[in-house]
């Protein structure tokens, strides 16, 4: 008997424990989340490409849009709680290792504590709007972003750290996009259980939804490497700005009309992993 033959009972036992039903539905409500926030900030994208104005193209713009709906603070709080269930699902993913052959990489894991960090913060500033605390979740991530531009540009070695950050963010952007064109998705999803239309469906929605959201996070990159060479905060936009820059471009209202449609497709392609997706 070799080390890798001997088990832990307590760690198997909270491993099963981990990867049971709950968290399973945790997974899921946070998928679906994800996609009403993404669907409702295309839909914004999309009127604003129409010229209808449309708000705030970004989560504040998705959370004020749901707060004037009937019954609107109900559904703020089941999407804060969907987005916890996010947080729970790549928590344990972080602790005890995600399904799949290599889902016990420490490289794997290590993503799924960032995006833990990233989803409780998300959870915990949809709740606190939800609760009704101004300014918290609705905020402009445009002028968040130039706030913690001009922060970071004070550090010593500021620039640095901003172009990195942003070189960083374009290269995530580029990677989500290619991963997504090359339906990398196929092997978190119980393929053999969907039917040819549900897959062809799914595959439709995951690359149009996954490269139009690795072109706006390499916009988003673009410009806070910009802020960073120019030493200037006020060129660092969040993804409102990015996306109303699209708009500007040659292409103009058309181009961005795609990239809505794309952030819009994002949001139906979480339904199908919610329902689809192997955890």
């Not at 947080?87 to 833990?116: I, N, Q, T, Y």
């Not at 092997?187 to 897959?199: G, I, P, T």
Request: with cysteine.
């Amino acid at each position: 008997m070799n080390a890798r033959t001997l088990s832990f009972p307590g760690r198997t036992a909270a491993r099963k424990a981990a990867r049971g039903s709950s968290v399973g539905v945790a997974a899921r409500c946070g998928l679906a989340a994800r996609g009403v926030l993404y669907l409702l900030i295309g839909l914004i994208a999309l009127r604003i490409a129409s010229g209808d104005g449309g708000g705030q193209a970004d989560r504040g713009g998705a959370l004020a849009e749901l707060a004037a709906r009937p019954m609107g603070s109900l559904m703020l709080w089941a999407l804060g709680l969907g987005l916890v269930g996010m947080a729970v699902w790549r928590l344990s993913e972080a602790v005890f290792g995600a399904s799949g052959a290599d889902g016990h990489k420490p490289g794997k894991r290590l993503l799924s504590a960032a995006r833990c960090v990233f989803y409780a913060f998300v959870a915990y500033s949809v709740l606190t709007f939800a609760a009704g605390e101004s300014g918290s979740g609705s905020g402009s991530g445009d002028q968040q972003s130039r706030d913690v531009t001009a922060r970071a540009l004070e550090l010593p070695g500021g620039q640095w750290i901003v172009g990195l950050a942003g070189a960083a963010v374009v290269g995530a952007g580029a990677w989500v996009a290619g991963r997504a064109a090359l339906r990398k998705y196929h092997k978190h999803l119980k393929l053999s259980r969907m039917s040819r239309r549900a897959r062809r469906f799914t595959d439709v929605a995951g690359v149009g939804g996954g490269v139009a959201r690795g072109v706006v996070f390499a916009v988003v990159g673009v410009f806070f490497v910009r802020a960073a060479v120019t030493y200037e905060p006020n060129e660092a936009k969040g993804l409102d700005d990015a996306l109303r820059t699209v708009a500007e471009t040659p292409a103009g209202p058309g181009l961005l009309s795609l990239v809505a449609a794309g952030m819009a497709l994002f949001g139906v392609f979480s339904f199908a992993m919610a329902r689809w997706r192997r955890v």
